[in-house]
């Protein structure tokens, strides 16, 4: 029997509740380097036999291949941009296999680099944004059976390093500085901060804050004026849990991620801002207990681990009608992840969606992260994001990206985007588990992953 991101195994959990200390604004954002593969680890014996399992009316759900998800992908892809599922099957494959380069060109252009982005019409290709004016000839990789071309466009004002380090060094004086503290983000195509206001601090001008958001942060600046409002999604939710509120007796749903270990203990994440006693909606078995172990939720984070007494098996679903589970074989952090880039998530309220990071470096508006967020924060364009998503996979193919946060709703209720939390950020020891030729491994957390 299989059960969809939820099969565990725990040690006897004593764990921190809600009371941790939170990090200030000037904690450095762990490294973003993709966590190496771990040791197989096998499951132990039972402590106990476990209940009869009744006998289920549907068919076992499909674990499909690497394949085979990125060809249900490429379905999706293919509708949006209008080209043919093959076409769109090899850019995906692409979009995997040249993260490599463009990491080296990172690297290489570090003290350039405004940011990196991949364009899907009129052609597929990379765009490298570059500060000074000294001209770096277009180059291509060979990926997904394609040529990708690489162009290089200079001019940019200041370095994304730059823009992020004004962020946050500089976020409590720009958050002072209107009404609403604003969302804010490096827009990897012009090398700006973005600022994102509301109307009421719009009436001023966006010349005029402008301005004084560049002069305050001392890097050029690009102002939005929306009548957006970032939040939570609400606790409603891969998979469904479901807990009874202590605050106000209602039953609250919320959304599982992906399942992790740290060696001893197997847990399954979610959203912090979810309830902490939870219980696991499985078709087969009912309701399954999950104990709470421990939750993480400020500056950079937003995620809870919940266990249970039977081992995890990596596997999410990917699909609205959760007929159809998909392994997690890799992870991708996000200094590896580009504007651009083509990700899905599947969450309890709107299913199986997929949609174009937008910003990899955002801070979402007011308080959403027990205070001011960090500039961590990674952004999908809409349509699809309702309250019950929180804490839903991010994800393309069998790559796990992140753990869904909140969104950002117009006035009419409908989702310009959602931002959600990379997999670099993790909680220390917790590792996601995955599969490989030898079995399940668990990642090693990446130092500094704290």
């Not at 593969?37 to 132990?44: C, I, R």
């Not at 350039?112 to 277009?138: K, S």
């Not at 004004?166 to 004086?173: C, E, H, K, N, P």
């Not at 801002?273 to 999950?290: N, V």
Request: aromatic share 8%; charged share 20%.
């Amino acid at each position: 029997m299989i059960i969809a991101a939820f099969l565990m195994f725990s040690a006897a959990i004593g764990a921190p509740g809600r009371g941790q200390t939170p990090p200030t604004a000037a904690v450095t954002p762990p490294s973003q380097d993709p966590a190496p593969a771990g040791p197989v680890l096998t499951q132990p014996a039972p402590a106990k036999p476990l209940p009869a399992k009744p006998v289920s009316q549907r068919p076992p759900p499909i674990v499909e291949t690497l394949a085979e998800a990125r060809a249900r992908d490429g379905v999706e892809y293919a509708r949006q941009f209008g080209v043919p599922i093959d076409e769109a099957i090899h850019r995906l494959a692409a979009q995997e296999e040249s993260v490599a380069a463009t990491d080296r060109i990172a690297e290489t252009y570090r003290d350039r680099l405004a940011g990196i982005a991949i364009e899907h019409r009129p052609a597929y290709r990379i765009i490298v944004y570059l500060t000074g004016d000294t001209p770096v000839p277009t180059m291509g990789v060979w990926a997904g059976g394609m040529t990708v071309p690489i162009v290089f466009r200079t001019g940019a004002r200041v370095s994304r390093e730059r823009v992020i380090w004004a962020m946050t060094w500089y976020q409590s004086a720009i958050r002072a500085a209107l009404r609403r503290p604003p969302g804010m983000g490096l827009d990897p195509r012009t090398g700006e901060l973005t600022i994102t206001i509301g109307t009421a601090d719009g009436a001023a001008g966006a010349d005029t804050i402008k301005a004084r958001i560049e002069a305050i942060a001392g890097v050029p600046v690009q102002v939005r004026i929306t009548d957006r409002i970032d939040k939570n999604l609400d606790i409603a939710g891969g998979a469904r849990v479901e807990g009874v509120s202590p605050d106000d007796g209602k039953r609250y749903v919320c959304t599982t991620g992906f399942t992790v270990s740290d060696g001893v203990r197997y847990g399954v994440t979610t959203a912090a801002h979810c309830l902490d006693a939870m219980s696991y909606h499985d078709r087969e078995q009912g309701q399954l207990p999950l104990d709470f172990i421990a939750q993480w939720g400020w500056g950079y984070r937003d995620v809870q681990i919940n266990g249970s007494s039977e081992m995890p098996k990596p596997l999410f679903y990917a699909d609205t009608g959760k007929t159809r589970l998909r392994p997690v074989t890799g992870q991708r952090g996000r200094a590896a992840t580009r504007a651009g880039d083509f990700v899905c998530h599947r969450g309890e309220r709107t299913g199986y969606s997929c949609a174009l990071v937008e910003l990899t470096d955002f801070a979402p508006a007011g308080d959403l992260c027990g205070g001011a967020c960090l500039p961590t924060w990674v952004t999908v364009s809409g349509p699809t994001c309702k309250g019950g998503d929180s804490g839903s996979p991010v994800f393309s193919g069998t790559t796990a990206f992140g753990i869904l946060k909140g969104g950002s709703y117009r006035r009419d209720g409908s989702c310009a985007f959602y931002f959600y939390m990379s997999v670099d950020y993790l909680p220390l020891d917790w590792s996601l588990l995955r599969t490989g030729p030898g079995g399940v491994t668990a990642g090693i957390t990446a130092p500094g992953g704290r």
